[in-house]
């Protein structure tokens, strides 16, 4: 079994920054993919950002030039950095990995954080 740990997440006026980090821990070979989803209120989730083991990453366009994601290895840990916060950013965000457990080539698993609010409001 993987656990996603996240944290960082709170209120911050708008124009604010916060930045996000999710923990991998567990039976884990590789990490495939991390990244980032958000769901506010009344509204399906998106995928806010992600990146692959080759650092390969994908920003929503309404989030490109504000979020940057990043990630150490070593700690199998993400960081999402969000800068210029505005009020429709205001959401929960989960955090997500793709891992094997064994090399490749091995079935990939999904899993998810239990999510952290952001709020952006003055």
């Known amino acids: 079994q993987v656990q996603l740990v996240e944290s960082g997440g709170g209120l911050v006026q708008p124009g604010g920054s916060l930045r996000l980090s999710c923990a991998a821990s567990?039976?884990?070979?590789?990490?495939?993919?991390m990244g980032w989803y958000r769901q506010a209120p009344g509204k399906e989730r998106e995928l806010v950002a992600q990146?692959?083991?080759?650092?390969?990453?994908y920003y929503a366009d309404s989030v490109k030039g504000r979020f940057s994601l990043s990630r150490d290895n070593a700690k199998n840990t993400a960081y999402l950095q969000m800068n210029s916060l505005e009020p429709e950013d205001t959401a929960v965000y989960f955090c997500?990995?793709?891992?094997?457990?064994?090399?490749?080539?091995?079935?990939?698993?999904?899993?998810w954080g239990q999510g952290t609010m952001v709020t952006v409001s003055s």
């Open positions: 997500y990995t793709v891992i094997a457990r064994t090399r490749s080539p091995a079935p990939e698993f999904r899993y």
């Open positions: 567990g039976s884990i070979f590789s990490i495939n993919v």
């Open positions: 990146i692959t083991s080759g650092d390969t990453t």
